[in-house]
């Protein structure tokens, strides 16, 4: 759970900060929720007859996933930082607690871990989570999420509002309509209504503002990064994918890969998709975000250039790569 420190009353600041505000009582999450101060959770609370307070309803918005924090008061607690991927969030452990779910079920959603989810097991069964991906930095490209399926062509309103029809409809059961023959899957959860078409636009809209953070200053090394930088462009071969101003060849008409162009460990994610194809993603802001891969299966951004040299056969030096790191974080 992330807190937003804008929303909290002086009162209750100076009280966390004295100590007198314990952070595990279930009632003092009740209390952030009055406060709107809960990144991605909406609550219904009410008082009971002895004074403690009790939940009513409650939702979760975008935000839990694709937000975070920048801890600036207390771990957990800071600046609200929209579009930035929760990596600390156990999804899979949260749903795994619902008392309608099998336990074959309950097992495999909590087997996933921190920052991992999969949006398709409960289209085809499979077991197979990718980890939680930014929501900055995706105005201009044509094509949404790791496997490109999110595009005009199948979401008018827009690539981006593909995915939040999809997340809206078949992972919230939010009241509203998604079809996809491509995956032959079909979800109406309209009531004599559609809670979610109208909704579209705007979200798109805002999280096209969103743009990606670049690496802060004297977290890497400037004049290895400028090296790194014409690596980048040469040697190493980074830019024959990873092109243009969004580093992505995305926006070169919608262009996709192959399944065996992906150097993560997992190859089967994309034959569960629409496209059975990979979209290269784009690269700025990737220092925020470890692990990497669709699948995590990188754990920092050498890893990353480790993988590409070892499996490209790029021959890159321990300088060049350690170069080509800092490049990478410079993003």
Same mark, same amino acid.
């Given at each position: 759970?992330?807190?937003?420190?804008?929303a !909290?009353?002086?009162? &209750? %600041?100076?009280?966390?900060?004295? /100590?007198?505000?314990? $952070?595990?009582?279930p009632q003092? +999450?009740?209390?952030?929720?009055q406060l709107?101060?809960?990144?991605g959770v909406?609550g219904?609370?009410?008082?009971?007859?002895?004074?403690?307070?009790?939940?009513?309803?409650?939702?979760?918005?975008?935000a839990?996933?694709?937000?975070?924090?920048d801890n600036?008061?207390?771990?957990?607690?800071?600046?609200?930082?929209?579009?930035?991927?929760?990596?600390?969030?156990?999804?899979?452990?949260?749903?795994s607690l619902?008392p309608?779910?099998?336990?074959?079920?309950?097992?495999?959603?909590a087997?996933w871990?921190?920052?991992m989810?999969d949006?398709?097991?409960?289209?085809?069964? !499979?077991?197979?989570p &990718? %980890?939680i991906?930014?929501?900055y /930095?995706?105005y201009? $490209?044509?094509?949404?999420?790791? +496997?490109?399926?999110?595009?005009?062509?199948h979401e008018?309103?827009g690539?981006v509002?593909?995915?939040n029809?999809?997340v809206?409809?078949?992972?919230m059961?939010?009241h509203?309509y998604f079809?996809?023959?491509?995956?032959?899957?079909?979800?109406?959860?309209?009531?004599?209504d559609?809670?979610?078409?109208?909704?579209?636009?705007?979200?798109?809209?805002?999280?096209?503002?969103?743009?990606a953070?670049a690496?802060?200053?004297g977290?890497?090394?400037?004049?290895?990064?400028?090296?790194?930088?014409?690596?980048?462009n040469?040697?190493?071969q980074?830019?024959?994918c990873?092109?243009?101003?969004?580093?992505?060849?995305?926006t070169?008409?919608?262009?996709?890969?192959p399944?065996?162009a992906?150097?993560?460990v997992?190859?089967d994610y994309?034959?569960?998709?629409a496209t059975?194809?990979?979209?290269v993603?784009?690269?700025?802001?990737?220092?925020?975000?470890?692990?990497?891969?669709?699948d995590?299966?990188?754990?920092?951004?050498s890893?990353v250039?480790?993988?590409?040299?070892?499996?490209?056969?790029l021959?890159?030096?321990?300088?060049?790569?350690?170069?080509?790191?800092?490049?990478l974080?410079?993003?």
């Amino acid at each position: 759970m992330k807190v937003d420190a804008s929303a !909290l009353p002086p009162e &209750v %600041v100076e009280a966390i900060q004295n /100590g007198q505000v314990d $952070l595990n009582d279930p009632q003092t +999450t009740l209390v952030l929720l009055q406060l709107g101060a809960v990144v991605g959770v909406k609550g219904q609370v009410s008082q009971n007859n002895d004074g403690s307070l009790n939940l009513d309803r409650m939702g979760v918005t975008c935000a839990l996933c694709h937000s975070t924090v920048d801890n600036s008061f207390a771990p957990g607690i800071g600046n609200r930082l929209d579009g930035y991927p929760n990596r600390d969030l156990n999804p899979g452990l949260i749903i795994s607690l619902s008392p309608a779910l099998t336990q074959e079920q309950k097992d495999v959603y909590a087997s996933w871990g921190p920052g991992m989810y999969d949006p398709r097991y409960n289209h085809d069964g !499979l077991n197979n989570p &990718v %980890v939680i991906p930014p929501a900055y /930095g995706l105005y201009g $490209l044509p094509k949404a999420i790791f +496997t490109g399926d999110g595009d005009v062509e199948h979401e008018p309103e827009g690539p981006v509002a593909y995915w939040n029809r999809y997340v809206a409809v078949t992972q919230m059961h939010g009241h509203g309509y998604f079809k996809d023959d491509r995956i032959n899957w079909e979800v109406d959860y309209r009531e004599n209504d559609d809670l979610v078409t109208d909704k579209l636009a705007a979200l798109q809209a805002y999280q096209f503002s969103i743009d990606a953070p670049a690496g802060p200053e004297g977290t890497y090394n400037a004049d290895k990064a400028a090296q790194g930088k014409i690596l980048f462009n040469n040697k190493a071969q980074c830019a024959t994918c990873h092109s243009g101003p969004r580093f992505t060849d995305v926006t070169e008409g919608g262009f996709l890969h192959p399944q065996s162009a992906s150097v993560a460990v997992d190859k089967d994610y994309v034959n569960r998709s629409a496209t059975k194809k990979w979209r290269v993603s784009p690269l700025k802001g990737i220092w925020f975000h470890p692990p990497y891969f669709h699948d995590g299966s990188a754990a920092t951004l050498s890893d990353v250039v480790e993988r590409y040299n070892s499996q490209l056969n790029l021959g890159l030096t321990a300088d060049e790569k350690a170069n080509l790191t800092e490049y990478l974080k410079s993003l």
